[in-house]
């Protein structure tokens, strides 16, 4: 299973992007790149997820280097309702199926600020 | 949808008591999981279920049970609360568990505290 490493913690000015990295160095082949949020204890929230290619959806871009061992979610004009815990995940399957888990971490906890 | 819903919001037990975290989705998702989340932490797997009948356990099971009679429901139960159960406790579904790139949508949280 894929481990993957985050900055504890985060700034960011409002309107400005924030740029998440992420790095997960032993991830295979087909692990997917998730990240998740979760804003002040609330259940955590889907972003983006990837594989190989950059994603783009309403809320943020996922850009993965060529070799995959990293990733940075971009927020490009952050909120004060951005501030949240970021956390990056590969996906593994879980013995005897195909099925993913997500494995959290502690995440990244980013703080925008006016 | 209401998505996934959670009862009850929180919850005070004492030592040796036991009880029933609800979860419901209507999202007709086949996998179903439990997660706890102790204060500064991340999220941990509990159970997890793929479908109506199936279940198994994931990294922390101990102490918990779960059961899964329909596609709906997957309430988590507490044997005999301990104080190291005390957490938030998260329930999440998805189609298919994460298979192709499927994503989980989580419930608003059951906060336990054991006495």
């Known amino acids: 299973d894929a481990k993957t490493t985050q900055p504890p913690s985060m700034d960011c000015a409002e309107g400005r992007a924030a740029n998440l990295p992420c790095n997960h160095s032993?991830?295979?082949?087909?692990?997917?790149v998730y990240w998740y949020r979760q804003i002040h204890s609330q259940g955590p929230q889907y972003i983006i997820h990837g594989l190989k290619n950059n994603e783009t959806n309403e809320m943020a871009s996922l850009i993965i280097t060529e070799d995959r061992k990293s990733s940075t979610l971009i927020l490009p004009h952050a909120t004060l309702r951005d501030t949240a815990v970021y956390y990056c995940?590969?996906?593994?399957?879980?013995?005897?199926?195909?099925?993913?888990?997500?494995?959290f971490g502690k995440g990244t906890k980013l703080s925008v600020k006016p | 949808n209401a998505g996934v819903t959670q009862t009850p919001k929180f919850q005070v037990l004492k030592t040796g008591q036991s009880m029933t975290l609800q979860c419901a989705q209507d999202m007709n998702h086949e996998y179903m999981s439990w997660y706890r989340q102790d204060p500064g932490m991340g999220l941990r797997l509990i159970h997890y279920?793929?479908?109506?009948?199936?279940?198994d356990q994931g990294e922390v099971p101990n102490g918990y049970n779960v059961s899964r009679s329909t596609t709906e429901d997957f309430p988590l139960r507490l044997l005999s609360a301990a104080p190291s159960q005390t957490s938030v406790y998260f329930c999440a579904s998805s189609i298919a568990g994460g298979v192709g790139g499927d994503t989980q949508y989580f419930g608003p949280g059951t906060r336990l505290t054991v006495l």
């Open positions: 995940i590969a996906l593994r399957s879980v013995k005897g199926g195909s099925q993913g888990n997500l494995i």
């Open positions: 032993t991830i295979s082949g087909n692990e997917y």
């Open positions: 279920s793929v479908g109506a009948g199936i279940t």
